[in-house]
């Protein structure tokens, strides 16, 4: 058992216990119906059909051939090779393969250059802000995305957690990376290879002696699942940066949400579910993302490797309790609660006190020449010294994975 001990897991089982029992009053199948209507997407029109009820029709029953052909280890081979969006695919890949890469490579035609090169300089700005977000916030509310936990603690992933953050991380990098969707860039590739993972995940879990899940999903990654995990993405990121009243202009919040736009697409997540707008992503978060938010004996394991990774570089004894800190400002006491992060009498009051004032200081010294640049170096060191500490300093490959979590 990873970084919690026996004693500590059963303690959190049995408070889990207790909150199941009231969960348990709202199961996920009983919750409201869909009533979010595809005019407010990308798309301003579409089917309206319940997303939990829908998944990736292209890519799963492709990916799911692959799986039973065995040609799983040959493909991924290949895809090594593969790491620019500009880059032609390589050699050695079946057909079929092939035609859906080369569809799903493509962005959306709704895709606005102007608004990707705001969005850049959007990220330059507020780097830093985006990092502790994606990591803090988005990292560890995954963890009470009960669907969420449960599919990556009984995937392969979730026996080598580093390893997989050092990939999701790779995916927040390359979408802040200032040529992210330019030829030269990555994350068309790593969104494509996402795709590919999830469509394999979708073949695989089912067969897990784990599944169908607690919640009874005998299918995992919904299109609604999709859209929750985008919300605690974007919408997560753009709610506190609102809370912590960092001046946006108008034009970079619209380019921040359509970098997560195209990033969507290219998930596989169908236009008529991706909001058009900031107001139609919190109408959505609203109905799919706030209410399923729980604790599960998975997710409490899985935050409590997270607030660990720190460990190899001072043994835990600073990271661990500054990024439960973190966790517990970020998310409050009822998410820090159910994850059981202790209070902490030094860190907790400290981030109330000082992260105003941190952030009017930041905010108060960008107007001046050459500041944007130098936030951008600094946190783009940090940015770098992050990921090449998860991934081991070892190129980040994203592969598909044959096999869910040896039990
Ligand atoms: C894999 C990102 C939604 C479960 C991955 C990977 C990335 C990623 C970058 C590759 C990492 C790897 O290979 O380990 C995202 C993003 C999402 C999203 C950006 C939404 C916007 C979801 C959802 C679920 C999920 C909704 C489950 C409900 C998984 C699992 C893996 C995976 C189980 C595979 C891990 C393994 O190989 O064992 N995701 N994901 N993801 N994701 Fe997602």
Redesign the pocket.
């Known amino acids: 058992m990873d970084g919690l001990s026996r004693r500590n897991m059963l303690k959190a089982g049995g408070a889990l216990g207790a909150l199941g029992a009231l969960s348990a009053a709202t199961p996920a199948w009983a919750r409201p119906p869909w009533t979010w209507s595809p005019r407010g997407s990308v798309a301003g029109t579409g089917e309206g059909a319940d997303p939990r009820w829908v998944w990736d029709p292209e890519a799963d029953p492709l990916v799911a051939s692959l799986l039973d052909r065995g040609e799983v280890p040959r493909v991924n081979a290949a895809l090594r090779t593969w790491t620019k969006n500009g880059q032609p695919l390589p050699d050695g890949l079946p057909a079929d393969l092939r035609d859906f890469m080369e569809r799903a490579r493509r962005l959306p035609p709704w895709a606005d250059r102007g608004k990707l090169g705001t969005a850049v300089e959007f990220t330059e700005k507020r780097g830093l802000y985006l990092g502790v977000l994606y990591g803090l916030a988005s990292g560890m509310m995954s963890t009470v ?1 009960p ?2 936990a449960r ?2 603690y009984y ?4 026996a080598a957690m580093k ?2 953050i050092s ?2 991380a ?2 927040g990098y390359d979408i802040g990376s200032r040529n992210a969707y330019q030829p030269d860039g990555e994350m068309v590739v ?1 969104c494509v ?2 795709r590919l ?2 469509a ?2 979708r073949h695989l ?1 089912p067969k897990s002696p784990h599944w169908p899940d607690a919640s009874g999903e005998k299918i ?2 919904s299109q609604a ?2 859209m ?3 919300h605690s ?1 974007p919408t997560t990121v753009m709610r506190k940066l609102t809370a912590w009243q960092v001046p946006i202009p108008a034009a970079d919040s619209a380019a921040f949400l359509h970098s997560w736009q195209v ?2 697409h290219l ?1 596989g ?1 169908m236009d008529e579910y991706i909001p058009a707008s900031w107001d139609q992503a919190n109408a959505q978060a609203a109905q799919v993302l706030d209410p399923v938010l729980e604790p599960t004996s998975e997710g409490v394991e899985l935050a409590d490797i997270l607030l660990g990774l720190g460990s190899a570089v001072d043994g835990g004894v600073l990271s661990k309790p500054v990024l439960g800190a973190f966790t517990r400002f970020l998310l409050g006491d009822r998410i820090a609660d159910w994850l059981r992060i202790a209070r902490e009498p030094v860190w907790d009051p400290l981030l109330r006190a000082s992260w105003g004032p941190f952030i009017a200081v930041r905010e108060g010294l960008l107007p001046f020449p050459g500041a944007p640049q130098a936030y951008w170096l600094f946190d783009e060191f940090l940015r770098r010294a992050a990921l090449l500490y998860l991934s081991e300093a070892r190129p980040i490959s ?2 598909i ?1 044959e096999t869910n ?1 040896p039990s």
């Open positions: 995305i669907h969420e599919a990556v995937s392969k992933g979730g390893d997989r990939k999701t790779k995916l790593t290879k996402t993972v999830h394999a995940v879990l995992p990654i699942d999709m929750v995990t985008w993405l990033g969507a998930l997540i994203i592969e994975p979590r």
